[in-house]
């Protein structure tokens, strides 16, 4: 059964600061997301990572993915309140997504 | 706009009563999700269909029964709920089952009184 483990769970930085979330997973997969989910709202895509070494930026969020690891990052860099939500990670097994289960990000001024 | 649109968007009900939920997707997608997000919990996958065919059930109880009329709807109907189950109901769709990533809609808060 694939595990998905995030940490911190609870993240609260301040605004200007860098950050790192790992997500760590046991089994073999080729496809790794990562998504946001603001209070009382959907879930929503940032980022699909499909292959060992990828990297991906938007904003002052990057994330990569190490496959030999089972390990994806997601790095904030100088954070701003616009960023607080929670993350989630999510990877593929066969036709089944599993997700973390969250990282809580709170960017204080 | 998310492009899958759920309602209600909340619903409190009582142990006894029958409710459905509803999902519809604009997007032109195959594949269709119901998932559960309890609070301190990951995403808990219920139900997968793919062309209006179920192809997962993830050991959901009987309580909960989907319903896929097309392409674009999902049901999921309910009938004497516990407590337990109060949770966000969250339904998304893909291109393909096996294609991601997957779209959610705002998801519906049921409250089980």
């Known amino acids: 059964e694939l595990k998905v483990e995030q940490n911190p769970l609870f993240l609260s930085m301040q605004e200007g600061k860098n950050y790192t979330i790992y997500c760590n997973y046991s089994t073999t997969s080729d496809r790794l997301y990562w998504y946001r989910q603001d209070p009382g709202k959907s879930l929503e895509s940032l980022f699909v990572?499909?292959?060992?070494?990828a990297v991906k930026q938007e904003g002052r969020l990057m994330a990569s993915l190490d496959t030999k690891a089972r390990l994806s990052t997601l790095h904030i860099t100088a954070a701003v309140h616009d960023l607080s939500a929670t993350y989630f990670c999510a990877v593929t097994s066969g036709s089944r997504l599993t997700f973390g289960e969250g990282t809580q990000l709170t960017v204080n001024p | 706009e998310t492009g899958v649109t759920q309602t209600p968007r909340h619903l409190v009900m009582g142990m006894t009563n029958k409710k459905s939920l509803k999902c519809e997707q604009h997007?032109?997608?195959?594949?269709m999700y119901w998932y559960k997000q309890s609070a301190k919990k990951p995403l808990e996958l219920m139900f997968v269909?793919?062309?209006?065919?179920?192809?997962e059930n993830n050991s959901v109880p009987s309580r909960f029964s989907p319903e896929c009329p097309n392409s674009s709807h999902l049901f999921l109907h309910l009938h004497t709920l516990q407590p337990e189950d109060s949770a966000l109901y969250l339904c998304a769709s893909s291109q393909d089952w096996q294609l991601q990533p997957q779209h959610f809609g705002d998801g519906t808060r049921l409250s089980i009184l």
């Open positions: 990572l499909l292959s060992n070494g």
């Open positions: 269909y793919n062309f209006k065919e179920q192809t």
């Open positions: 997007l032109g997608h195959n594949a």
